[in-house]
């Protein structure tokens, strides 16, 4: 709803409504517009704005800094004053907004005020509030209003303390106020907000409680013509001024650094800054001296970051009522161009940045030999990594010597680095040292150095012309060059790089060139006496508005290697202070390194020690190689410590080699004393003055002919006269190889070049349980070593091979004994029975505060060791990793009565980045122990008599090989003479075997003679029965035989007829009856006197007897038994038993 204001402002187009018809005083008809639109509801402010939060807003709009920095203080007292325009729709009372960061200063004390839309301040008292009254003026705000802050809103008064009043009635009795009027004392801080510290921010705590809402009832009083619709900003904000009083240290002093302030400051549009900084020490007149004379002893060299802008007027202050200068205080100059009485200071406007650097030091005097416009930092110490790959040899025609093609790379980190003046644009000159060599660019390559750098680096120059006087390195910080012959001596401008990262100001802020400098620089010339300490200001803070680096290069040739390269240094980006920041630069390029010519030795007696360092060559024995050279390293010129750790790797194909040599006194011991030989991807460390040379193998030299025939002579080997490699191809001296191949009839062909995909073809791991021998037989394995064999890929993409040792996340006896993670020792690495250098990480468990898992159990496996080993360029090399894993199984001790017979060990297998074409694991067994139990991700396993073997094919990169075993130990070996040992058991069931066999086998036998020798007894029998005879004799017999078998009686009774019975003739003289006749059946006496019974020879009768007795054996078929057959048949049923019990007893292994 649209609110009326004053006639200064806009008005409404509508005239406001009012449902009370209450008329307002036109005192509140003036003031009700200081805050419009105020909500009356915490309803309605935006709803995405908690209460107390803090909030990021830009709600700054001016700032004023001032300062005083005194002699002999650590720091410098700032006052900062805001001015704060609050958006009401996008805040909350009682809500928090950060300021700007805290860094390191300090609040001493702060007080915020309300003003009005108009920005006039509410009225206050300045004897009350003195850091409100600098405020006011310093934010050029108008006159302060005669009416308070709570009058104005109908608010009651605040409270005044004991203190406040006292302070009032002694300011009334001293006279210091200018106006009978009371003193108003200061807005209750829920109306105004405070300042504090929240989150390493200086933060502004909004009021709890806005003012409220008026309406205005003269609203159509106002012509129309008059209107004007106000602004959103004036309709919805609400204005406020801030006084900060901090106490800022200085982030570096003399004697290595500039006085340097660094003030935190808020993002605005509108900044002001006025530091007053004391005058420095005058010199002493015996101190001074001619090499002083251009410098001014009563002023600073001053600068600052972002550049400030003098002002061209004085301030024209605003008329009104009441002015603020009438209270005295030491800052009531505010004259931009008259200086300051006592000392000298900055003053002006500067662009919106978050903080603002003020340095000042003495002036620093021009020294000569520099002509690129850039001074040198001073370094403390410098840590540096050369690494030189060697690439073959190649003729020199300038030397017309042979030189060595070498890639050299550097790192370094420069510690502590410095710089005593004010200017923050500056070099750094690192060399390339080759003693006793000459150093050139490799025809066809690139002619230049490829430099990168950190925090701080904005580019390079090359070609820069050094002094000509000082002839050696010395600790000044415009150091000289190396006095090397490859110095380039040129007065025009050096080739230029300059980073896209680089910084620097406008070129308008800069002032023009003098006619008498032949090239545009500001820290060439020193700085007029007549010229103030303000106006030098803005000299020295434009350095980094015009650099060297921005200027092409006139000369087109390139630049020698040897010339220095000056690095360009971004003081106000490095951390503060100077002795905590760190600079970290790299250079590589790939250069001709030429031996020179060597003099004949003189006789010791003669020799003469040089009496300056490095002003020539010390003579070397006499056995040094001319061929040799030292290998060359950057060095850092103006450090004051450095350390260089050096690395030699061999590039050159087969058979070339490269020697090293540790030092030059090893040539005194011979020439294959302290000498390590470096075939193809193999490196060694080196130490300060070290040798190398590149030797070839024995070859046959081949005759001048158009058919390529040799001529069968051996001849030592010879060094080629053309270029034998560019840095792109690796084939150096194989064809001089493949001819020598082929005279010797071994025509192998080279190793064919890789155009599959990058991986590894296989892998072979080989497993092997180790028992402490103390223990001896009994006691479960507490580690295994693990061997792993592969092919290291070829043309990859690094010299490095990695690979990690993981175990599943979820296992849980993956760990050690203990609960920690296994210890694992790698023993050697080797590269074609070569020891290469190699790096482990161990993985430390983080603990996470956020979501999800963190970086070492993503996949589902926490890794326990990482490994890098280095396996040359070339690959192909056979590599073998042989690593030994400790305080494996988690086994139980029972106290000293028996150790755990059982334990289990997770295999920690390598985790490759790079697919794996076939994975064999070989787990070898040891005597004593058995495997009870394996798991595993391997698709194939197989049992062996020397253990068991695992196979996986086709591999994905980063596959998680697992393997679980569960080894215990073996019973039989517990218990050697128990029948479940092997040797017993074996030779029982062998043993029960035959014994059944023999047994089963004289059972069949003697049944056989059984049945035969019945079978004979029955016909005989049968034969005897049908006779028929009746002489006394027979009934004898038959009474016998009823005496013996009487249930073989026949129950037919006597009357039934008889049957017919064939008669067969027996061979005797009588002749028996057709007929016979039946009679009874003899009783059997058993009792004295026996009694004679009466024999009938009744057919019939003696028929029903015997007829049970017929049984009919002869029409049975007995079949024949083989004996063999039998026995063969039973071996095979005692096999299958046999098979079966090792089952049983091996489950669930399959029997061996």
Known sequence: MPIPTSQRHSRPNSPPTNPTNATTTPLRTRLSSVFAETPSSATAYSPTV?????????????????????????????????????????????????????????????????????????????????????????????????????????????????????????????????????????????????????????????????????????????????????????????????????????????????????????????????????????????????????????????????????????????????????????????????????????????????????????????????????????????????????????????????????????????????????????????????????????????????????????????????????????????????????????????????????????????????????????????????????????????????????????????????????????????????????????????????????????????????????????????????????????????????????????????????EVHNSGESYQRGPSASKTVLHRGEFAKCMERTRIAVKAGVVFAAAAGANGAVNGKLHPPSRPRTPSTVPGSRERVPSTAARAMAVLGMGTPPRPKRDGALMIPGVTATVTPLVAAPNGPSAVPSAYAVRVCLAAPVDAESDWLEFGLAKHAAASGAGAAGGGPPKVDIVSVSVDDVPVMYETSTAVKQEGVGVGLPFEQLGGQEWVSWVKLRVGAAGGGRVVVDYVVQDVGGHVDKKGKRKADQTQIDVYLPSFGLPVGRLEVNIDGVSGLEISSLRSNFTHHQSMRSGRRLLHYSLQAFFYPHISLDIRLDRRSLHPFSPASTSFGQLMMLLVSWVILIIGSVYMVRLNSAVHELSNALEGYSLAVSSGFIDPPAPTNTASQATRWPWFKSDAPESSQPEPVSIHPLPTTSTAPAAVTSAPTPSVVVEPPPIRPTLTADPSSSIALFQPFHFNFSNISWPEVDVDLALEKLLQSAEKVWQLLRKIYHYPLEPT
């Open 50 to 658: 908690t209460q107390g939060a803090p909030q990021k807003l830009n709600v700054v709009t001016r700032v004023a800094i001032e300062g005083k920095a005194k002699h002999g203080q650590d720091g410098a007292g700032i006052r900062m004053y805001l001015k704060i325009s609050l958006p009401l729709d996008s805040v909350a009372p009682a809500s928090t907004i950060p300021l700007f960061p805290e860094e390191s200063v300090k609040i001493l004390s702060s007080q915020v005020h309300p003003l009005d839309n108009n920005s006039v301040p509410y009225d206050f008292s300045s004897d009350l509030s003195p850091l409100l009254h600098h405020a006011a003026r310093a934010l050029n705000l108008p006159s302060r209003s005669s009416e308070s802050y709570h009058g104005a809103f109908g608010l009651s008064p605040p409270t005044t303390t004991a203190s406040v009043a006292g302070s009032v009635r002694s300011n009334k009795s001293n006279g210091s106020t200018s106006s009978n009027r009371s003193a108003t004392p200061p807005v209750d801080t829920k109306y105004t907000g405070h300042i504090l510290v929240s989150g390493y921010h200086i933060s502004y705590v909004l009021p709890k409680e806005f003012p409220p809402r008026y309406n205005d009832s003269d609203g159509y009083s106002h012509a129309s013509g008059s209107l004007r619709r106000s602004s959103i900003v004036e309709r919805n904000s609400a204005q406020f001024m801030a006084a900060i009083d901090m106490w800022v240290p200085y982030a570096s002093r003399p004697p290595r650094c500039p006085f340097l302030l660094s003030i935190p400051t808020p993002r605005c549009l509108h900044n002001n800054v006025r530091l007053r900084i004391f005058p420095p020490t005058p010199a002493s007149s015996s101190y001074a001296s001619l090499s002083s004379a251009d410098e001014e002893g009563g002023s600073w060299d001053l600068t600052s970051d972002p550049h400030v802008t003098r002002a061209t007027s004085s301030r024209q202050s605003r008329s009104g009522t009441y002015s603020y200068g009438n209270i005295a205080d030491d800052e009531s100059s505010d004259s931009s161009t008259a200086g300051f009485s006592d000392g000298c200071g900055i003053q002006g406007t500067f662009p919106s940045a978050e903080r603002i650097r003020v340095r000042w030091a003495k002036p620093y005097k021009a020294v000569g030999g520099v002509d690129d416009g850039r001074r040198r930092v001073g370094v403390k110490d410098v840590k540096g990594e050369m690494t030189c790959a060697v690439l073959g040899k190649m003729w020199d025609p300038e030397q017309q010597r042979d030189g060595i093609v070498m890639r050299v790379e550097y790192k370094g980190t420069c510690k502590n680095v410095w710089f005593p003046g004010v200017a923050t644009m500056l070099g750094m000159d690192v060399s390339l040292e080759a003693k006793g060599s000459d150093v050139s660019w490799v025809p066809g390559q690139s002619s230049d150095w490829e430099v990168g750098g950190g925090a701080g680096y904005t580019g390079f120059d090359v070609g820069a012309a050094p002094r000509p006087e000082a002839p050696s390195r010395h600790d000044s910080l415009d150091s000289s060059y190396s006095n090397g012959p490859q110095i380039f001596l040129s007065t025009e401008r050096g080739i230029s790089r300059q980073s896209s990262a680089s910084s620097s100001s406008s070129l308008l802020r800069g002032p023009l060139p003098v006619h008498n400098v032949p090239e545009y620089s500001f820290e060439g010339s020193a700085p007029s006496s007549s010229v103030s300490a303000s106006q030098t200001t803005s000299i020295e803070s434009s350095v980094g508005s015009l650099l060297p680096s921005s200027t092409p290069s006139l000369d087109p040739r390139p630049r020698p290697p040897g010339v220095p390269v000056t690095i360009h240094v971004n003081m106000n980006e490095l951390v503060l202070p100077a002795t905590k920041n760190s600079f970290p630069f790299w250079i590589s390029g790939t250069v001709l390194i030429t031996p020179r010519p060597r003099a004949a030795v003189a006789p010791p007696a003669s020799r003469s020690a040089s009496p300056v360092r490095g002003e020539g060559e010390p003579e070397a024995p006499g056995g040094i190689d001319p061929e040799s050279i030292i290998i060359p390293r950057f060095t850092v010129l103006a450090a004051d410590n450095e350390t260089v750790a050096a690395v030699v790797r061999n590039d050159v194909d087969a058979p070339c080699t490269v």
